[in-house]
């Protein structure tokens, strides 16, 4: 499901739901609410004023880890009773009286095709005619197990592809409820095996040998079970007593687990995967079952097929049997982008670069989560034109931008907005701010994270040590595990959430709760993540990351080209008037959008963002033609007003030139909100050079790309790498990419020259040392460059291309410390300094933003909020508590002071607030709480206005004694002892300013 807001489209309020949440305490804790994750951290509790998802989980003592959501299934654990799910052929529904069972009716209108559910009986309990919910008892890659218990119990397990409804009885028979009097065509009371016919539909009734059945004759059968608990039944293709002989082999044998597992062969550019079901006989020895295949599986099997089909919203479905299939997929590649080789005027080019650069800021609207992301792609799609026109100053100035805003966002400390907080409840990480269900249904979290990744990707690739697992690496790794955990032992997440392995494609929708199942709009959103995904793990070396990306992209391109573009005209029904469908449900396929009734909205969406993994819209030319022949044709015009640069690009794949034409037609047009004129004048004429997708070569590098223009094959590839490398294409071509670096056969492009540190000197000294960095390629002005000692940026007195003084930062502990420099054009290796210890300079530590105590005072007064106690009582006990933190101290205990403070608050008009404070010491930096002392509250009074809270309070508790620091750590803590509302605590204020919180030790 995609909530697309567009800027001007009114839509929807989504409800939001009150939550309770379990708080997960993962390693790493850096206090009760924050995890540290390298550089960056995330909460553990729900930020103030936010909303996250419903704290009732519908599952059973068995389900344990994270729960999964995004599913054909999903309503199941959001809701008493499910809404209608999708498992192909059937559908079903969980019930107050048991599990609705159809097989879909298909038909369709000019605007939609349906495969409708309608009820041909409900699978029930003879001894229950209701039951307080239904509830999740186990899960696989593409089944789920339902349980129904009122004192008797029900379970059932159904699945993607599977014919069959396997299920168990305690306390009572399987009792058949149908929509009419069923057909008896094969059997009678005395047979355990029933073939029936309702509604126009056949189905197997597959009792225990020796059971028996009574109601026939009538619109209820029940099943005796003969003392055995099983029972199941199946969708028959025919009514056929060959048919259901076939189907009776495989009627006892129970799946019980699904299995899909992937593999990529870079030297065929081939992904494998294997579809596998574990099975329990209940009756003799059979194993396996009969799986009902999707187009994009059977028409990319070898395996044998039986004569056995059914028809689904997704077209025809095919059969075979066993234990397991395999699937083989071509890799077709992806780029990071195209390669500098259009005839392009470089001038104007540049000046659309400029444009971009000389913003006043990149951010142009909403910071959630999703478009904020889309403004991070931008400026990543942006970089490596950038450097491709040699525009240092825009390179310098994306490469900050994109560097601080995912720093800033991946980093919770103790804000409210633009931080990740983990629902260890459901087992899922929310940025906020949140948008479009993101929060409480966990709508879109592969569309939104996607264009974080894909920025982070691009980061990486000019600077490593930002991508570093101890630097940002790990919470970027962390967002890709929230949307497609890919290793099955972490169950801090669920398995590939958003991506069903069955279906072949994601889904959107959290909690899936439709009468048509889940759906997704977005295809090409989906696919932007999984491209972010393998540009990310080929950039950090993840290889597991990478290949996760691999699969789910060629897999889902393959079902795109099946279920949303319909590229062989074989899947869509007659009377459904477009070449197109633009969403796609468990029940349906609809031309129509969430946001817009717009044909450009509708045919857009599916296309953006375009970047240079994108190509596989234009795998097929003529069908890219026609689709935009046909949505010209409904509009009357190709001259778009809404996203013609995305038309334009996703012409460019078939028709570059003609493209160029209505590109040159339109010079005042709007950019899509995620593009820049930049882009797309490159995109367009690199694309005329290079000419239309290849799809008939392959490489055997993940990154890379074939065309074709008229007899001329074009070779692309890029090297993430710090050595050359060698592509190697199928048809023997090979191609010498250079590191860092995209080369094709029409010219090869490097970036500039990247920073390297010869020496330091001196090359160790105390805090505040200047310190002369000397090497070359470090530019002729610092610019927005950086000096960084460890991941702390140091002061610079002076810089020039071959030398910079730098002053070692007073925050960094004794010992040794990498120092690097970074500028437009890469990271440079590191350079060890050490730092060694020094007298204090003062013993006043002033409060700062961002959770930081220093020595030195702010410059510009702000507040911090500190969370309410919500009418509970916590004095002497932190709790959601604002932390604020020094390390690296040397100093000597002076016994002729104490600890002294000022912290100035503020509760408004809050009636009873108490604010509380803790001081913690350690003395060695190791993480032990070596003396720790705790004030008494602070009675806040309910006037607007700073006051000025005190040790004069008084000491409450205190535990450990003072010793002299080496390297030393101090925290302060504060936090609501009682009261119903938040209280704000004033932070960061200058000596000009004010009412400076700060806190005295005794230490000189």
Do not use: C
């Amino acid at each position: 499901m995609l909530f697309k807001k567009r800027k001007w489209t009114k839509f929807m309020t989504l409800t939001a739901m009150l939550t309770s949440v379990i708080l997960g305490s993962l390693a790493g804790q850096a206090s009760a609410a924050t995890v540290a994750v390298g550089a960056g951290s995330y909460t553990t509790t729900l930020p103030a004023g936010q909303t996250g998802p419903q704290g009732a989980i519908y599952k059973t003592s068995n389900i344990t880890g994270a729960m999964p959501t995004n599913d054909w299934w999903s309503s199941l654990a959001w809701k008493a009773y499910s809404d209608v799910m999708f498992p192909h052929p059937l559908a079903v529904q969980a019930k107050t009286d048991g599990l609705g069972i159809g097989y879909p009716v298909q038909s369709a209108s000019a605007d939609a095709i349906f495969g409708a559910y309608a009820n041909d009986f409900t699978l029930g309990h003879s001894a229950q005619s209701s039951f307080p919910d239904t509830r999740v008892d186990a899960y696989s890659d593409w089944t789920v197990s339902m349980l129904w218990n009122n004192g008797g119990t029900m379970r059932v397990t159904t699945g993607h592809g599977l014919p069959f409804i396997y299920s168990t009885y305690s306390g009572g028979l399987p009792k058949l409820s149908f929509s009419a009097v069923p057909t008896v065509w094969s059997g009678n009371a005395s047979s355990s095996v029933l073939g029936v016919t309702v509604n126009g539909h056949h189905y197997g009734l597959f009792g225990p040998t020796g059971s028996t059945w009574t109601g026939i004759g009538s619109s209820t059968l029940t099943n005796s079970l003969n003392g055995k608990s099983y029972f199941s039944v199946a969708v028959l293709p025919d009514n056929t007593a060959a048919t259901l002989a076939a189907y009776k082999q495989y009627a006892y044998s129970f799946v019980t687990n699904t299995t899909t597992s992937y593999s990529y062969q870079a030297a065929s550019s081939q992904v494998s995967t294997t579809y596998a079901v574990t099975t329990q006989a209940m009756e003799g020895t059979q194993s396996g079952t009969i799986m009902a295949l999707y187009p994009h599986q059977w028409k990319n099997t070898s395996q044998s097929l039986l004569p056995y089909t059914y028809d689904s919203v997704r077209g025809t479905m095919k059969t075979l049997s066993g234990s397991s299939f395999t699937t083989n997929m071509t890799y077709q590649g992806i780029l990071p982008y195209l390669p500098a080789v259009g005839s392009y005027n470089a001038s104007t080019l540049n000046s659309y670069v400029e444009t971009v650069r000389t913003e006043p800021n990149h951010t142009v609207g909403s910071t959630d989560t999703y478009w904020l992301g889309k403004y991070l792609g931008r400026i990543a799609n942006l970089l490596p034109i950038a450097q491709q026109v040699g525009n240092t100053a825009a390179v310098s100035n994306f490469q900050s931008y994109l560097e601080s805003t995912l720093s800033n966002n991946l980093t919770a400390g103790s804000k409210t907005n633009n931080l990740f907080y983990y629902d260890g409840n459901w087992g899922t990480l929310i940025g906020y701010p949140a948008s479009y269900g993101s929060n409480d249904q966990l709508n879109d979290h592969h569309f939104h994270y996607g264009y974080w990744v894909r920025a982070a990707a691009e980061v990486a690739l000019n600077n490593p040590s930002w991508a570093s697992n101890g630097q940002y690496g790990d919470m970027v790794n962390l967002l890709i595990k929230d949307f497609a955990n890919w290793e099955r032992t972490d169950t801090r997440f669920p398995y590939l959430r958003n991506f069903d392995p069955y279906a072949g494609h994601s889904w959107a929708s959290g909690n899936s709760e439709f009468a048509d199942g889940n759906n997704q709009e977005s295809s090409s959103e989906s696919i932007n993540a999984w491209a972010a995904m393998i540009l990310w793990g080929q950039a950090t070396g993840n290889t597991a990351i990478r290949d996760a990306g691999i699969y789910m992209y060629t897999t889902e391109v393959n079902a795109i080209n099946e279920y949303w573009f319909n590229t062989d005209g074989a899947n869509f029904k007659p009377g459904y008037n477009h070449n197109y469908s633009s969403m796609i449900w468990g029940g349906k396929s609809v031309y129509a959008t969430w946001f817009s009734a717009d044909v450009q909205a509708i045919r857009g969406i599916n296309i953006l963002p375009v970047t240079a993994a994108s190509a596989y819209l234009g795998y097929k030319p003529s069908y890219s033609a026609s689709f935009i022949s046909q949505a010209a044709a409904e509009r009357g015009s190709n001259a778009w007003s809404m996203w013609p640069d995305i038309f334009w690009e996703y012409q460019a794949l078939y028709d570059a030139s003609g493209a160029i034409s209505l590109f040159n037609a339109n010079p005042n047009y709007t950019p899509e909100d995620g593009e820049s004129k930049a882009h797309t004048y490159s995109f367009l004429y690199n694309m005329q050079a290079l000419g239309q997708v290849d799809t008939t070569v392959t490489a055997n590098v993940p990154t890379y790309g074939v065309f074709k223009k008229g007899s001329t094959r074009n070779y692309v590839a890029y090297n993430a790498g710090s050595t050359a490398i060698t592509a190697v294409f199928s048809d023997g071509t090979t191609l010498s990419v250079p590191a860092k670096s995209v080369a094709s056969t029409l010219g090869t492009v490097t970036p500039p020259t990247g920073p390297s540190i010869s020496s330091l000197s001196p090359a160790s000294g105390a805090v505040g040392t200047s310190v002369t960095v000397s090497g070359s390629n470090f530019g002729a002005a610092q610019g927005t460059s950086t000096v960084k000692f460890g991941s702390t940026t140091a002061t610079v007195t002076s810089w020039s291309n071959t030398s910079i003084t730098a002053v070692v930062p007073s925050s960094l502990p004794a010992g040794s410390v990498n120092v690097t420099v970074t500028t437009s054009a890469g990271t440079s290796g590191s350079a060890a300094f050490t730092v060694t210890g020094a007298s204090l300079g003062s013993n006043i530590l002033y409060v700062r933003s961002g959770g930081a105590l220093n020595f030195t005072a702010g410059t510009s007064a702000a507040g911090d909020t500190v969370a309410a106690a919500g009418g509970a009582n916590y004095d002497g006990t932190p709790h959601s508590e604002a932390t604020y933190t020094i390390s690296g101290i040397t100093a000597t205990y002076d016994a002729t002071k104490s600890t002294a403070f000022h912290l100035f608050l503020d509760s408004a008009a809050n009636v009873g607030n108490g604010l509380q404070m803790q001081i913690i010491y350690d003395f060695n930096g190791n993480g032990s709480a070596t003396r720790t002392e705790t004030y008494n509250y602070f009675a806040t009074n309910d006037v607007t206005g700073w006051e000025d809270y005190s040790q004069g309070s008084g000491l409450k508790s205190s535990a450990g004694s003072f010793a002299n620091m080496n390297n030393g750590k101090v925290t302060i803590k504060v936090w609501s002892a009682i009261g119903n509302g938040s209280s704000t605590l004033r932070v960061n204020a200058s000596s000009a300013n004010g009412q400076q919180s700060a806190v005295t030790i005794p230490f000189k």
